[in-house]
């Protein structure tokens, strides 16, 4: 990391592409990332979100932490650090898990990206370098903190392929979700996967970020007859809670952060528990998780399908509809009025006797209309987490 | 392929109890020995003085105490030392330079250490208790911990918890004035630890010792060879099978528990309890090895504190050992830790990973022998002590007490040496500190308590236990009865 560009006068780095989203950033509304800025807003989160879910929109994750995982046993490492056996990973796979303590409970989770058997690349949103370091020991592995020497997009849209096509870039319609390759965008070597937060087809690209200028303009180049956005933080939490992808320390604590042990979450709770490979010789945190599995989960990571237009945010969940006899019985984590679905959606915690599908529980909203909040006993039906999750994701050739 | 109901990987003094009293048990045991005799690191322990009173009724042990003479001399670069005498545990001054004062303070705090280690004595020889496990035998021994201290009284109860987190220096610094008594008493607290006197918790690491040893001076002694001479004649008589020379690779498991050892010649032995009487960190990273433990333990593991920092020195002189100002009946142990100021800055030098400029000693005088404990030598890694520098400065201290010093053989063995020949990573006495965080139920680290592990049918044994170092037996006794416990 450059770190002689942080000073008190400026303490956030700034990423590859800061150039470009300096440009585009009209509300010059910064978020925090990692010790990076990254926009949260450009000019308005809606019509970023639209780029994205109707055109395709360009966000900067640069921040994202890289670690590289090389030596004979690296692949041996990833099997004990993840819930998941990947034995059977080829090269230019992608894998998504998640990993725990050794008390079962959820650290962060992150896409694995295997280029052999001896060299893996992890991608978090949190720092784990300590974490893979502590779980290296007694392995022929390294781990090694890449982050600064990668700059990364997300496109994601229907149009992504459509738009990387019209770029040349060559056979990119074949490539499989959960896969990457190394592809050339006009004369730039990059390394494109299909993987994403949008539940829509979608990639991600990796470049030297002495490229990353070039490689954003080129995203653009279209912009006469396809949209393309620059899309910030605002708008791509809009896209994953849609697609139900939870994100740790919003939907849940990490492991590793919680202060309080009771707020650290299970696979079981997340609705993780297809992550979760118990027939695994050994991986941290197994003996855990075969008791909380026994057990079963006291609370569960629901989607909430909620009536009416106004967004639960931080609502409290009640199991009655008359007010007076209720009980407290979860929480919502992440809420938002759905513009693609015409529907107000959340995600939230909901105790045993109400995690099942079709269930139903209240919702108490806090509206804030004019200086003054109007309390709203809304109804939800406990439903998947996915509320949107369009079959181009998983076709292919991918929709061109 | 040989099977056993219990194998034991070595035959340390703890490694010879267990395997005694589990093959009275009428359990088949196997004992693996890396070096050609039993008795471990207890043959640097110059002679035994803290068996405890239960291993020999358990075991049918009967060493008896050899007299030494019970003083304990305190040197002084101006050759006025210190004399005290130890008559059944209770002290007297022979020969001081401190004022009457002083002496009658110094006797009083080392009275009422004596109450409070005697407070902290009752769970010494006891498995401690499990935090939280719910059972009731757990909660009752945690309650009658606190019943213990209360029961002090209101004064004696403030005093202790006063002084328990407290460093030993501020303690004497405010009841003492004459620099000889409270070096002597500094020493006796920070020998073998990884403190200075001014390092907090000093006092606690005084009171254990004292709990474990049943007296601060350690004097009542008993012949180390002859203790262990009978722990192996015990398990020969009860058909353990002791194999020396021989170094266990791996510890092999399936499916988290435990199905045998392999030997470095890579022969197999199989059994569904094994007990460790190796150090945590050598049992868990290198013969069980880190990829089957979860990263948590891993670290916890890895922060365990095990680095050694007395190194032994062994001198043969020309000449019967006369030391100045001293009548030769005066014979007993020799401490060298003139003042509090002393010991620190040799502790300074240990917390940078260097041997200090003028080490601390303890000896003792066998007509043309010498044998000295001497810190802070500390464990180094990546590099070698220059032995002879360090021979140098200790003899350079001793021979402002014995003149005309012509030695005709030395030896100093370091931590690092130790390491190597007892497989005890870090070199450690007590193969780890003996601190707060680190004794009790939480010896050697949260997960790996009360001799059990992460692992099913797999025990520790050793040093690295409740209640740690010193020759007790304890550990290696508990450690059985729980196997024991868990074999119905």
């Not at chain 2, 460093?167 to 020493?187: Q, R």
């Not at chain 2, 150090?279 to 504190?305: C, Q, S």
Request: hydrophobic share 35%; with cysteine.
């Amino acid at each position: 990391m450059n770190t002689s560009k942080i000073s008190y006068k400026k303490p956030l780095l700034e990423t590859p592409f800061h150039e470009r989203t300096s440009e585009h950033c009209y509300a010059n509304d910064w978020y925090r990332w990692a010790g990076y800025k990254v926009a949260k807003e450009y000019s308005s989160t809606e019509l970023e979100y639209t780029s994205m879910r109707n055109t395709a929109g360009v966000i900067d994750i640069t921040p994202m932490h890289k670690y590289d995982i090389k030596g004979e046993d690296a692949k041996k490492f990833i099997n004990k650090l993840i819930t998941k056996d990947i034995t059977n990973i080829q090269s230019n796979q992608v894998a998504y898990g998640i990993w725990c303590n050794e008390d079962g409970m959820v650290i962060d989770d992150g896409t694995i990206f295997c280029f052999n058997e001896n060299h893996f690349r992890i991608f978090c949103a949190e720092r784990n370098l300590n974490w893979f370091s502590d779980t290296a020991t007694g392995f022929n592995a390294s781990v090694e903190d890449i982050s600064p020497s990668i700059a990364a997009l997300a496109f994601q849209g229907p149009l992504s392929c459509k738009i990387l096509n019209l770029l040349k870039v060559e056979n990119i319609e074949n490539l499989k979700p959960f896969h990457f390759n190394n592809y050339n965008i006009e004369n730039h070597n990059v390394t494109i996967s299909r993987t994403g937060f949008s539940g829509d087809l979608g990639y991600e690209i990796w470049c030297d970020p002495s490229q990353a200028i070039d490689v954003w303009d080129s995203l653009f180049k279209f912009n006469r007859d396809y949209k393309v956005l620059a899309a910030g933080m605002n708008a791509l939490e809009m896209v994953r809670i849609e697609a139900g992808f939870i994100q740790p320390n919003v939907d849940f604590m990490s492991a590793e952060q919680a202060l309080r042990p009771n707020r650290m979450r299970n696979p079981y709770e997340l609705g993780l528990g297809w992550l979760v490979n118990l027939d695994k010789e050994y991986f941290t945190g197994k003996q855990a998780l075969i008791r909380h599995k026994e057990k079963g989960p006291e609370k569960k990571l629901v989607g909430l399908d909620i009536e009416g237009d106004k967004p639960a945010v931080g609502s409290v969940l009640y199991d009655n509809s008359k007010k007076n006899q209720a009980k407290e019985i979860g929480i919502v984590t992440a809420a938002m009025w759905s513009p693609v679905l015409k529907s107000n959606i959340a995600i939230g915690f909901v105790s045993k006797e109400h995690y099942k599908l079709g269930s139903n529980v209240y919702a108490e909203i806090y509206h804030p209309e004019e200086l003054d909040y109007r309390k709203i006993w809304a109804e939800c039906k406990v439903v998947k987490k996915q509320f949107f999750n369009n079959p181009r994701r998983n076709e292919t050739p991918a929709f061109t | 392929m040989k099977k056993f109901d219990v194998i034991i990987i070595g035959g340390g003094h703890n490694g010879l109890v267990a395997s005694s009293y589990l093959s009275k048990k009428g359990k088949k045991v196997l004992v693996i020995e890396k070096n050609e005799n039993v008795g471990g690191l207890a043959e640097y322990a110059e002679s035994l003085n803290c068996i405890s009173p239960i291993i020999k009724k358990e075991l049918g042990i009967n060493v008896n105490n050899i007299n030494h003479s019970n003083n304990i001399i305190s040197l002084e670069d101006n050759q006025n030392h210190t004399i005290l005498s130890d008559k059944n545990g209770k002290l007297s001054f022979v020969q001081t330079n401190a004022d009457e004062n002083d002496q009658k303070k110094f006797l009083s705090i080392i009275n009422n250490y004596k109450l409070f280690s005697k407070t902290l004595g009752a769970f010494m020889f006891q498995k401690p208790p499990r935090v939280k496990s719910g059972k009731r035998a757990d909660l009752f021994q945690l309650i009658s911990m606190g019943w213990k201290i209360r029961k002090l009284g209101k004064k004696n109860m403030r005093e202790l918890l006063r002084v328990i987190g407290l460093n030993i220096a501020d303690d004497l610094e405010d009841n003492l004035n004459s620099n000889n008594l409270m070096g002597l008493l500094s020493h006796e607290a920070v020998l073998g630890t990884n403190l200075g006197p001014r390092s907090p918790g000093s006092i606690l690491t005084l009171l254990y010792k004292q709990a474990i040893n049943d007296n601060i001076f350690n004097l009542n002694k008993i012949e180390v060879a002859e203790y262990i001479n009978q722990l192996e004649d015990c398990c020969n008589k009860n058909t353990v099978e002791i194999i020396k020379s021989s170094e266990v690779k791996k510890i092999l498991t399936q499916n988290n528990s435990v199905t045998g050892v392999q030997l470095t010649n890579g022969e197999v032995f199989e059994s569904k309890y094994v007990m460790s009487n190796a150090d945590p960190k050598t049992t868990y990273l290198n013969l069980l090895g880190a990829e089957i433990l979860d990263t948590d333990f891993i670290r916890r593991t890895k922060n365990f504190r095990n680095k050694g920092n007395v190194a032994k020195l062994e001198l043969a002189l020309e000449n019967e050992i006369n030391i100045n100002n001293i009548d030769k009946k005066m014979n007993g142990k020799f401490i060298y830790a003139p003042g509090i100021k002393y010991i620190e800055h040799a502790f300074n030098a240990n917390k940078y990973n260097k041997y200090s400029e003028n080490p601390c000693l303890e000896f003792y005088v066998n007509q043309k022998t010498l044998s000295a404990n001497v810190y802070y030598v500390p464990y180094l890694i990546n590099t070698n002590h220059k032995e002879n520098e360090i021979i140098e400065r200790c003899v350079s201290v001793l021979s402002k007490f014995i003149p005309d010093m012509k030695i005709v053989k030395q030896k100093l063995i370091t931590p690092n040496k130790m390491e190597e020949k007892f497989n005890i990573t870090g070199g450690h006495w007590h193969h780890g500190d003996l601190e707060i965080d680190q004794l009790l139920m939480m010896r050697p680290f949260y997960g790996s308590a009360q001799y059990s592990t992460p692992i099913n049918g797999l025990y520790l044994c050793g040093a690295g236990t409740h209640p740690g170092g010193g020759v007790t037996g304890i550990n290696g006794l508990n450690a059985a009865k729980k196997v024991i416990e868990d074999l119905k």
